[in-house]
Each structure stands twice: as structure tokens, then as C-alpha cells.
Nanobody
């Protein structure tokens, strides 16, 4: 079992930065790959970034590569998403989720809203 809670969202302007955090409770966190996903208004939820359990490997959607950085602190059971040079297209609800060995997401947080104004 894994419980996830996102924080750090807010209203920012184009070009600003935000750091999202995801607090995890449950022993599965440190041995699990973790994802960030986002859902823009009126659109389906989409993958943003993933990180392996030991932080050795990360992968990003093309839309955020070079601007966003996913990281984690297993000792604190925290997952992060550093978002730089934000654009209006980054607006949406951001979710953290656990990634299973077969690439599915089985535990999700409730999401945190990020709004980027022009």
C-alpha cells in the first residue's frame, strides 16, 4: 500500500519556476519507480517524467525535457519535480504515481494545480 500527496502547485507567470513535491507513506516507495503525470483542462492525463527507485535512470516527455527535472529522496520518502521556464502549455493538475514493474500506475495522489499565466 502506498499513499501519495502532492504539494507545491500555484499560479505563476510564463518563464517562472515551481518545485512540486510528493510525500509518500508506505514501505513500497523506496523500491518503486515513480512518475509525474499531468492533466490539462479538457484533456486526458499525460505522462511527464519517471525515475527509477535508485534514481539512476530518468525519462521525460519531449514537451518538458530540458526544462523539468524529476528527483527523489528515499530517506524522506519524497518525490520532486523541478519545473523551469514554465509556459502556458504546462498548466494543469499534476499527479505523482507509482509505476509498477509492467509499466502501469497503481497508486496516485490527489493532484496539485499548476496554472501558468501569459
Amino acid at each position: 500500500q502506498l499513499q501519495l500527496e502532492e504539494s507545491g502547485g500555484g499560479l505563476v507567470q510564463t518563464g517562472d519556476s515551481l518545485r512540486l513535491a510528493c510525500a509518500a507513506s508506505g514501505r513500497a516507495f523506496s523500491t518503486s519507480a515513480m512518475d509525474w503525470h499531468r492533466q490539462a483542462p479538457g484533456r486526458e492525463r499525460r505522462f511527464v517524467a519517471t525515475i527509477t527507485s535508485n534514481s539512476v535512470h530518468t525519462y521525460y516527455d519531449d514537451s518538458v525535457r530540458g526544462r523539468f527535472t524529476i528527483s527523489r529522496d528515499n530517506a524522506k520518502q519524497m518525490l520532486y519535480l523541478q519545473m523551469n521556464n514554465l509556459t502556458v502549455e504546462d498548466t494543469g493538475v499534476y499527479y505523482c504515481a507509482r509505476r509498477t514493474l509492467v509499466g502501469r500506475n497503481d497508486f496516485w495522489g490527489q493532484g496539485t494545480q499548476v496554472t501558468v499565466s501569459p
